[in-house]
């Protein structure tokens, strides 16, 4: 009869305890990005508490890195990525098709009336005009889904500049000014930041109309603070948490939107992180950055495997 072997137990590694122990793509990685450092940090075997406390970043934010990060290691280590993608990924076509069909039908029904020539000669700068404003937005919906996209594949290129944040704001609603901090430079890129600053300016004017929306920004420790101050009746917490999920249900319940999911997506290109916070007397949206730019990692060394058509156990 032959013996059955005792079965080996494996052991645990507890942390990366030296560089030479992290592959060296993760570590030109956190060389440039403030939150790989950090999990890092907690998977080397710091508290969670300490490190969060060391880089200002609330520990709930630092749990949930430390979360996702091993998340996703586990999905490529099992080759079983999370089920949620393919929801997620439904989801997005059905904000895609709601956003487009509002511009479109707008569009094509002046398209039509000008052509079979039923506007009125007096009106025709008008519906020029109207016609002009839908097409526009339907370039920047479509420019939100290709943002979206990248963003979610890791592709969106950040190039990081001084940003004088007053100049931005001109291209508001309302051309707001900053209240407090227009003296700082931000570091950005201009053109995914004017999409962060309206995605959350328009948000703090969400109903019910508030009493007032200001933007400070702030300077905290490694970070710089963009702070859209919404005064008045808060957005309710529940909402918030629509917004910040990717393509939650629209007030009209037609359809589902991007919401704060491309802004939240476009801060964390930029190495940041989006949030809010409030009170009973007003809500904070804000936009956390690194108070110096993002360079570029320096390329890792190509992970060995079968080729483009195999099985390469990973995703971005």
């Known amino acids: 009869m032959t013996e059955t072997p005792e079965p080996v137990r494996p052991q645990l590694v507890r942390g990366f305890r030296t560089s030479g122990q992290v592959d060296p793509r993760v570590t030109a990685q956190a060389a440039v990005d403030l939150r790989v450092s950090m999990v890092l940090a907690v998977l080397g075997g710091r508290s969670v508490e300490d490190v969060a406390q060391e880089w200002d970043v609330e520990s709930s934010l630092l749990h949930r890195w430390v979360r996702d990060f091993l998340v996703a290691g586990t999905a490529v280590i099992t080759n079983q990525p999370d089920p949620d993608e393919a929801r997620q990924r439904d989801r997005f076509l059905a904000a895609f098709a709601h956003e487009l069909r509002t511009p479109v039908a707008v569009a094509r029904g002046w398209a039509m009336m000008l052509a079979e020539g039923d ?36 592709r969106v290129r950040v190039n990081a500049e001084p940003i004088d944040l007053a100049t931005l704001c001109q291209g508001l609603t309302g051309s707001p000014d900053v209240r407090h901090g227009a003296d700082l430079s931000v570091y950005a890129d201009p053109r995914l930041l004017s999409r962060v600053l309206r995605d959350l300016w328009e948000t703090a004017h969400r109903e019910p109309t508030p009493d007032r929306v200001s933007i400070d920004v702030v300077e905290s420790g490694s970070w710089q603070e963009i702070r859209v101050v919404r005064e008045g009746e808060p957005i309710s917490p ?56 993002a360079q570029e990692p320096a390329p890792g060394p190509t992970p060995a495997g079968p080729g483009p058509d195999g099985d390469k156990g990973g995703k971005p």
């Open 119 to 154: 506007v009125p000669e007096e009106k025709l700068p008008e519906s020029h005009e109207r016609l002009a404003d839908a097409l526009t937005r339907l370039s920047d919906h479509i420019l939100d889904v290709e943002l979206s996209a990248s963003a979610s594949l890791g």
């Open 238 to 293: 529940m909402i918030l948490r629509a917004l910040f999920d990717p393509f939650g249900t629209n007030d009209d319940t037609t359809g589902v939107t991007i919401g704060l999911y491309l802004a939240r997506a476009l801060v964390v290109a930029h190495g940041g992180f989006l949030g809010a916070e409030g009170d009973e007397e007003g809500t904070v949206l804000l936009a956390r950055l690194p108070r110096e730019p």
